[in-house]
């Protein structure tokens, strides 16, 4: 070709042609695939972004699918949710209908105990809603003047044990006792039970001051006991408590020795005050002097008692320890009332029970506990000796104790039907689990609870009460007990709901994890899982099978009720998150197909051609391409001119 030699103008048009075919195929192109940056060639920046946009838009792409499968898994969850809380609004119906039913059985029961009760004829309830069986007393007392007694008259002119100290000496108090200088002292010298040793005792101002006299003066006999006891335990020979007792009583001072037997006693002597130097001597003290008391402790009241006939009687002794124990600083037995006191303390001591002893002022009374034909008190070997020496010498205020035995009468009488009626219903272990009525004189026996009662105590078949061994049964409330069968049923229905709430193998009922991804780089996920990983089931919800006893109370009842709201409230707060989850996932899958929208415009944008821009240019071209044709035309018509010449 390089042999050819062409004109300039034909070079031209030639070369015009040729850019502008190149031009056409590269119009052509775009035209076709729509693309204005079909290769790394073409546009080397715009090529790789857009490759870039496009490949995360890819990806994000591939996430709609996942996002979607999460969306039906949280609506399966959902869908358990809701048929689960209609579920429970059964039960709890179902636990109202079984609150406002009050279809108990009962039965209606005459009363005949017979004309002569022995008193122990009951009426037993067990089963039922009863934990344990529960007696009722058919009958009662016949009232007072039943059991046997015995009186003994008492002379209260007389004062019993008047010489039975243990040994003691009084002292008179007379107004007061005024210690004004230091110096002033009040000696006296003890003795208790004979040992033989005497202690001096000294009491001075120390003393008075000791037990809170700011005026050093002793005022009365209490006064005067405490300073005689702090002096005696200050000397330390004796001990106030241990070995001898100092009492105050009606302005006396008594001291006492604590034991008792022959050789008890208290010496006092060498009785004296001392003049502190002020010139005054310590007055009143005429009440204490030089004394001394022997004690006996064989002194006794004795009787034999025998209580409802047991044929042994048992001995009683009333001795100085007893008369002691009721509080008499004298001594004695001063009115009926100490007697009865140390009647009743000698009972104790020998261990007679079933008597109460009483007094009218006049009579003390011995009453049999029991009552029936075998009631009875019968004293005997009544004795009274004065100085222990086996005689009886009738003293001590007993004018006499007469024994007068009880013969006994019937003492139980028939309860009435009202009467049975109060002590049932008012009966706490009965409360809400029986009630009674009289209904037209007949007990009427209502068994609220769902399993059977027994009624023992009942002849059947004439359906007479008369607290015998017969029985009878009451039947349960079968509406509360059908009731109990259909919650459990629908209890059962919650556990194959919470079962059967899964999609694509997982279930979010039963703890399962469902974790979201939401971008390319999985930096943005979200966990979507029950509260705490807990199956939502019966048993998570505090749900249990129920025995129809469980419907008995209308307590129970109203705790289970609150249970089964509880557990609305926890099944409706979980499906409020899992329909917040949803949402979310919702509006991240809204966003994601935008974000998806947005890179692809993007990369189009990039790499696309303008369509109608280069439907122009292709016009443009082929206009182009016809006017160099001719214009080449032209240019080869004049290199052939000189053809003409020839």
């Known amino acids: 070709m390089s042999d050819i030699t062409l004109s300039a103008g034909v070079r031209q048009n030639l070369l015009s042609l040729q850019n502008t075919a190149d031009m ?91 004309s002569n009760p022995a008193g122990t004829e009951q009426l037993t309830f067990s089963g039922g809603a009863l934990g344990a069986a529960e007696a009722i007393d058919l009958t009662t007392s016949g009232g007072p003047g039943t059991s046997g007694t015995a009186t003994a008259t008492y002379a209260t002119s007389s004062s019993a044990f008047a010489a039975a100290t243990s040994g003691a000496v009084s002292a008179t108090f007379f107004s007061s006792l005024t210690f004004d200088d230091g110096g002033d002292q009040l000696n006296f010298e003890i003795d208790v039970d004979g040992t033989g040793s005497p202690a001096s005792i000294t009491i001075d101002q120390s003393i008075v001051s000791g037990i809170g006299n700011g005026d050093n003066v002793i005022a009365d006999d209490t006064e005067l006991a405490e300073a005689i006891t702090a002096a005696i335990n200050a000397e330390g020979t004796f001990s106030v408590g241990t070995d001898l007792t100092v009492t105050s009583f009606m302005g006396e001072v008594w001291i006492q020795s604590a034991s008792s037997g022959a050789s008890a006693s208290i010496a006092i002597s060498g009785v004296g005050v001392v003049d502190g130097g002020g010139g005054n001597t310590i007055s009143n003290t005429s009440g204490l002097a030089d004394s001394a008391a022997t004690g006996l402790d064989e002194e006794a009241i004795s009787f034999g008692i025998d209580v409802d006939g047991t044929g042994s009687p048992t001995t009683v002794t009333i001795g100085h320890s007893i008369v002691q124990s009721i509080g008499n600083h004298d001594l004695a037995i001063g009115t009926i009332d100490e007697l009865q006191e140390a009647i009743e303390a000698g009972l104790t001591e020998a261990g007679v029970t079933g008597v109460t002893v009483s007094n009218d002022g006049t009579y003390i009374t011995f009453t049999s506990d029991s009552q029936g034909t075998s009631s009875s008190v019968v004293l005997s070997s009544i004795e009274a000796d004065a100085d222990g020496d086996g005689t009886d010498e009738g003293l001590y205020g007993l004018d006499s104790i007469v024994s007068t035995p009880g013969t006994g009468e019937p003492a139980f009488v028939a309860k009435s039907v009202d009467t049975l009626v109060a002590e049932i219903n008012s009966n706490s272990n009965l409360e ?194 016809q006017l160099s044709s001719t214009a080449l035309s032209l240019a080869s018509q004049a290199d052939q001119a000189v053809l003409r010449l020839f």
Not at 496 to 514: A, P, R, T, Y
Not at 588 to 593: G, I, L, P, S, V
């Open 432 to 625: 809400g689990k029986i009630r009674a009525s009289n209904d037209n004189g007949k007990l009427r026996i209502e068994n609220q609870s769902t399993n059977d009662l027994t009624v023992t105590g009942v002849t059947a078949s004439t359906g007479t009460i008369d607290g015998t061994t017969g029985t009878d049964t009451i039947g349960g409330n079968e509406v509360r007990s059908d009731l109990a069968t259909q919650f459990n049923d629908l209890r059962d229905q919650l556990d194959k709901l919470s079962d059967d709430s899964s999609f694509n193998g997982i279930n979010l009922l039963q703890g399962d994890l469902l974790t979201m991804t939401f971008n390319e780089t999985s930096t943005s996920t979200l966990d979507i899982q029950s509260e705490n990983g807990e199956t939502l089931n019966s048993a998570f919800l505090g749900l249990s099978t129920i025995e129809a006893d469980a419907l008995d109370a209308d307590t129970d009842i109203d705790a289970l009720i609150s249970t089964v709201k509880s557990a609305l409230g926890t099944i409706r707060s979980q499906a409020s998150t899992f329909g917040s989850n949803l949402s979310m996932v919702e509006n991240r899958e809204d966003f994601t197909k935008n974000m998806i929208n947005t890179l692809e415009t993007g990369a189009d944008d990039l790499v696309l051609a303008d369509t109608n821009e280069e439907a122009a240019n292709m016009l443009a071209l082929q206009t182009r391409q």
């Open 24 to 114: 056409m195929a590269t119009t052509q192109s775009r035209l076709a695939t729509g693309k204005k940056v079909n290769s790394a060639l073409d546009n080397p920046t715009n090529f790789f972004t857009s490759q870039s946009l496009n490949n995360r838009a890819s990806d994000l792409s591939s996430l709609l699918d996942s996002m979607s499968n999460g969306m039906k898994t949280l609506e399966a969850a959902d869908n358990g949710l809701t048929s689960m809380t209609k579920t429970l609004e059964s039960m709890q119906s179902t636990l109202r209908q079984a609150r406002q039913d009050k279809s108990f059985e009962k039965t209606s029961y005459s009363v005949d105990v017979g």
